[in-house]
């Protein structure tokens, strides 16, 4: 008995060890493959790491499409179902960047950009195509450090049956109409906003909607008191950001601090609330759940001036180059590939024109229409919109906004209190 | 185990438990004094890539730091909480299970299972119950006052969910241990506790808990380790909200290592972690230690 005990064992050794070594010698063949291919000048793989998204099967037609076409480059779109900014950390300690990479705008293109992580784009044939109002958010030093391949919208969708339903005839403009609007929603027995106050991110969108409403004209001098430390959340206007939460947190139905943002995006799909203050990331589930939706969209209107009612519309989305990748050239023709705006049928078609797609920063003629895109078409042609504040104020900002404003969205935290831990933290995340 | 017996294997008894010792230096011990404990002296940032000695100053700093001071205020409430209703959960249902009932074996594998599921599957599941399932049956029932409680509305009701939450898993594995301690008492001894006439709750108390010491000594150390390295649940379940208020120690160094990149501050958090688990159990041991009893 103990002898075939110690046969088996040495014999289940040999054979652990034995898988070992077959992985190892699969691993150096794989290896040994692609360098030969890459010395003959065949295909030569371009790796672009984005975050987690519903928009990554898109991402990955997109790729398909340029694959398709020519075979010298496979571009191959890697999501991380992780923490992004966990997984950028990593990659940057290591030196490991991957050839190209999704970064948020403003702060950590130019975090990236200072640390000569991203190469200079400035050059670029995108630069000439894309809006001027978009650069700003890839800029650092006055070059340009990324490009800016979505803007994407903040702002209220609506049920357009509901608002019809209820008799309201035309979008409210200011408070007073949207208290109102709220009111004729709940005479008819619908919920009129959908809650996603669990998840703290959607209070931070929120507040940052708010802020810009506050600010208007004021909004380049505040953030620059802000980023230089002398500046104050408490804003002149400070009084109606809160009184718009006041209204929201009255409007949201009952137990809205225990909805999530899919929870919250799935009941404007599901019309079981006829407003949502969000993104039109928003609109992704509706899609699977109720694709044909009259789905409308208006700006915050937080004043009792039907002026200040501008659109949060920024970059969300910007793609740097690893400046010490080892194939830039072939990232370079990559990155053409996605910022041709007259390509109908490649990368922009497949991931900027669908259901919940943010729309690229430059003139392109979609193959997708619906009520929200046409309203907001309308805002940026008008140039009746603003960026999002939160984006310029240092990196963390989204965090402290969102878990304070969750505060006052819970209860306990009142006005005073919020704007003075904002305040603080702010102070501490500069210093 | 006679002494002599011992002397002559002890170079044996040390080999055997060298491999073991070897994994635990080179996973547990060795990253904690040649990583954290040495990098919590450095202002680092992972991203901003800066690594300068600041001696004490991130101990210094964390100690008016409200948001750790809070999370470690949550962690002891938190702990408190479930290690009381879990142990006391665990042993009572331990002590029903220990008797002859129907299907001991299935409801003994029942109340095991949510051990042995992670931690993040459990929150999903109880987020559901919370928002879906407990308004639905109210509703139906007619208990208008549960069905609108909203479980993750306030700081205080959030923590009362993390707690229901933590207790619901933990109860599971610490009355398996409790369930193995009853089993290995001697029949004998409660056969003749129960012609002296002791029977019932006074049993329990005289005869049955005071052989289970060892046990308790077990299943207190490890539902105090547990408590304060509490992260799944509140991460996966309320995400430390609302605005940070179920934000554990360990969430809140997660956080700042891995949200903000402060390494180096991290670090210097789980070392006063560390301590203060340390000292808590080893408190706890040399307590219970005391009132172990052999039969």
Known sequence: ?431 | MSDLLYKKNRKFYILLILPALALYCFGLVGPLLAGTIPSSFYDWNLIEGNKDWIGFGNYVKLFSDTTFLHSLLFTMILAVFTIIGTNILAFFVAFLLNEKIFGKTVSRAMFFIPNIISGVMVAFVWIFIFTGAIPSVAESIGLESLANVSWFGTPTMATVSVIIVSVWQGTGFLMMLYLAGLQTIPQDVLEASTLDGCTGLKKIIKIQLPLLMSTVTINLFVSIAGAFKAFDIPFALTAGGPSKSTQTVALNIYNDAFGSFKTGYGSAKSVILFLIIAIVTIIQLSITRKREVEA
């Not at chain 1, 784009?121 to 030093?141: V, W």
């Open chain 1, 1 to 431: 008995m103990k002898k075939t005990s110690k046969i088996m064992s040495i014999a289940l050794a040999m054979l652990m060890t034995a898988g070992l070594a077959s992985c190892g010698s699969s691993d150096d063949k794989g290896n040994d493959g692609s360098k030969a291919a890459s010395n003959s000048g065949e295909t030569v793989e371009v790796k672009m790491a984005v975050w987690g998204s519903g928009a990554a099967d898109n991402f990955n037609k997109g790729a398909d499409v340029f694959n398709s076409r020519q075979d010298k480059i496979k571009f191959s779109v890697e999501m991380q179902s992780g923490d992004y900014n966990q997984f950028l950390g990593a990659k940057t300690a290591a030196n490991d960047l991957p050839d190209m990479f999704f970064l948020s705008p403003y702060a950590q293109v130019a975090q990236f950009a200072k640390n000569g992580k991203t190469l200079d784009l400035s050059d670029q044939p995108f630069a000439e195509r894309i809006y001027d109002s978009a650069k700003a958010s890839c800029e650092y030093d006055g070059k340009l450090y990324a490009y800016p391949m979505v803007q994407e919208m903040l702002g209220i969708f609506y049920n357009k049956d509901m608002f019809k339903d209820a008799g309201i005839e035309t979008v409210p403009t200011t408070i007073s109409e949207f208290e109102d609007a709220c009111e004729k929603l709940k005479a008819k027995g619908y919920t009129p906003l959908a809650a996603t106050y669990k998840d703290s991110w959607t209070e931070n969108h929120t507040f940052s909607c708010l802020l810009g409403a506050a600010l208007q004209d004021d909004m380049n001098n505040w953030i620059e008191s802000m980023n230089a430390g002398t500046g104050s959340f408490d804003v002149e206007n400070a009084d109606a950001m809160f009184r718009f939460l006041d209204i929201m947190k009255e409007n949201s139905g009952d137990n809205y601090m225990d909805a999530d943002s899919t929870a919250g995006f799935n009941a404007l799909a599901n019309g079981e609330a006829a407003m949502l203050f969000s993104g039109e990331f928003s609109l992704l589930n509706m899609a699977s759940i109720n694709p044909d939706l009259p789905v409308g969209l208006f700006a915050v209107p937080m004043t009792d001036n039907a002026a200040d009612a501008k659109l949060d519309v920024d970059v969300g989305i910007c793609v740097a180059v690893n400046k010490d990748g080892k194939h830039v050239d072939q990232t370079l023709e990559v990155l053409d590939y996605m910022s041709d705006n007259t390509d109908k049928e490649g990368w922009i078609a497949n991931t900027a024109d669908s259901l919940g797609a943010a729309p690229v920063c430059m003139d392109y003629e979609g193959a997708y229409t619906a009520d929200y895109l046409t309203d907001y078409q309308k805002y940026v042609s008008e140039e009746n919109t603003r960026p999002w504040v939160y984006q310029q104020l240092a990196a963390g900002t989204q965090t402290i906004v969102g878990d304070t404003v969750q505060g006052y969205f819970a209860g306990s935290k009142d006005q005073a209190t919020v704007l003075k831990e904002l305040d603080q933290q702010y102070a501490d995340l500069i210093s």
